[in-house]
C-alpha cells in the first residue's frame, strides 16, 4: 500500500510561522527524538518559539494537504505532537478541534477532508493494532496523524511523512524535523 505524494512548501511558506534552523544537526535538549538518527536528502528542520507557533506550523500545513496523507508524529511526551495535530484539525477546517485521544486510541474529526488522529501510547504489542482497522482508514481520502506509532509500523503505507518533536534549547522551543519516507 502507498501513501499519497504530497506537495512541497518553500521556505517562505515555513517562515510565515516558524523560524527556520538550517545549521548543522546538534543535539537537542532531552535527548530529543532526532538524536542519533541522521536525517537525510529531503529532510527539513524547523525551530518554532513555542506552542502558538507549533500550532500554526500545524494549520499552515493542514491547508496544503492532499487526501491520503500519512503522518508519523514522533516524540517525547509534551514536545508538541498533539498541539501539531489540533493545528492541523484547524487547517483542514474540521468542525471540532483536535485533542489527545489517549484513551479512545482514534478521534476522526470532520472537515475538508477527514481527519483521523490515532494515539498509540498505550499499545505495546503489533497484534494489539489490530482493532484499528488501520487498513481500512488508508483506503479513505482522508489525513491520518499518528502519535506513538512505532508499534504500528508495520502498518504504515510505503510513502509517509515522519515528524519528529523535540525539546529546544529555551522552555517553550521546539524543534521540528519533517522527514519523508517513500519516493
Not at 506550523?57 to 496544503?64: A, T, V
Request: glycine residues 12%.
Amino acid at each position: 500500500r502507498r501513501g499519497r505524494v504530497f506537495p512541497r512548501f518553500t521556505l517562505t511558506d515555513i517562515n510565515r510561522c516558524a523560524t527556520l534552523d538550517i545549521k548543522e544537526n546538534k543535539k537537542m535538549r532531552g535527548g530529543g527524538p532526532v538524536e542519533g538518527r541522521g536525517e537525510r536528502e529531503g529532510s527539513l528542520r524547523v525551530r518554532v518559539a513555542g506552542p502558538q507557533e507549533t500550532e500554526e506550523l500545524g494549520f499552515f500545513l493542514g491547508q496544503i494537504l492532499p487526501p491520503g496523507t500519512f503522518l508519523f508524529l514522533s516524540g517525547e511526551l509534551g514536545s508538541g505532537k498533539t498541539l501539531f495535530t489540533r493545528g492541523l484539525s484547524r487547517g483542514l477546517e474540521s468542525d471540532e478541534l483536535a485533542t489527545s485521544p489517549s484513551f479512545a486510541l482514534l478521534h476522526k474529526y470532520e472537515g475538508r477532508l477527514p481527519l483521523y488522529h490515532l494515539d498509540l501510547y498505550r499499545l505495546s504489542r503489533p497484534e494489539e493494532t489490530a482493532v484499528l482497522g488501520l487498513e481500512e482508514i488508508l483506503d479513505e481520502e482522508a489525513v491520518v496523524a499518528v502519535e506513538w506509532g512505532e508499534v504500528a509500523r508495520h502498518l504504515f503505507p510505503g510513502d509517509y511523512l515522519e515528524i519528529r518533536f523535540a525539546y529546544g534549547e529555551k522552555e517553550d522551543e521546539r524543534e521540528i524535523v519533517f522527514l519523508p519516507h517513500g519516493e
